[in-house]
């Protein structure tokens, strides 16, 4: 169990820590705080280490789910070649967390919108008006382009 005055251990053994004793302090509780609000939200830490399982892009019944957490970003959309590169086609909806959930459907047919090997980017607008374009954070592949001018046309 993790004790409010922990910290204090570290200062007792090591008196040179004594100046910034206020510091280790605050540290300490910032930790507790994090470590607490991991176990109320994500079930404990081991199951928090898990979530890349339930992030990124996988497949659910009848749909794509792209997860990613982002809390800064006040819009998250994820376009690629399945979509002819349409960056606002499929926008995400942000929970109280930050974390943003983009669903995409399968086609009529039953098939996934995105098939296997495309290309997928995601393109965050950021609380200050800017927008970014970057790979999926959560990618369990990537493929480095033979050039740069190749890659801008394909995007295009």
Same mark, same amino acid.
């Given at each position: ?17 004594? !100046?910034? =004793? %206020?510091?280790? %302090? ?6 507790? $705080? ?16 898990? $979530? ?10 009848? =749909? ?47 098939? !996934? ?17 800017? %927008?970014?374009?970057?790979? !999926? ?11 740069? %001018? ?7």
């Amino acid at each position: 169990m993790d004790r409010p005055d922990t910290w204090k251990y570290a200062v007792d053994d090591d008196p040179y820590l004594e !100046p910034h =004793s %206020e510091h280790l %302090e605050y540290r300490w509780k910032q930790y507790l $705080s994090i470590k607490e609000q991991i176990n109320k939200n994500e079930g404990g830490l081991l199951k928090f280490a898990d $979530s890349y399982k339930t992030n990124g892009l996988f497949k659910v019944p009848g =749909s794509i789910v792209y997860k990613e957490w982002a809390p800064g970003a006040t819009q998250l959309c994820i376009y690629g070649d399945f979509n002819g590169w349409v960056k606002h086609e499929f926008a995400g909806q942000k929970d109280h967390f930050g974390f943003w959930v983009v669903k995409l459907p399968d086609s009529r047919d039953g098939k !996934p919108l995105i098939p296997h090997a495309s290309k997928v980017k995601v393109h965050l607008t950021l609380a200050d008006g800017t %927008e970014a374009d970057r790979i !999926p954070v959560w990618s369990r592949r990537a493929v480095r382009m033979q050039s740069v %001018e190749r890659c801008v046309q394909e995007m295009k």
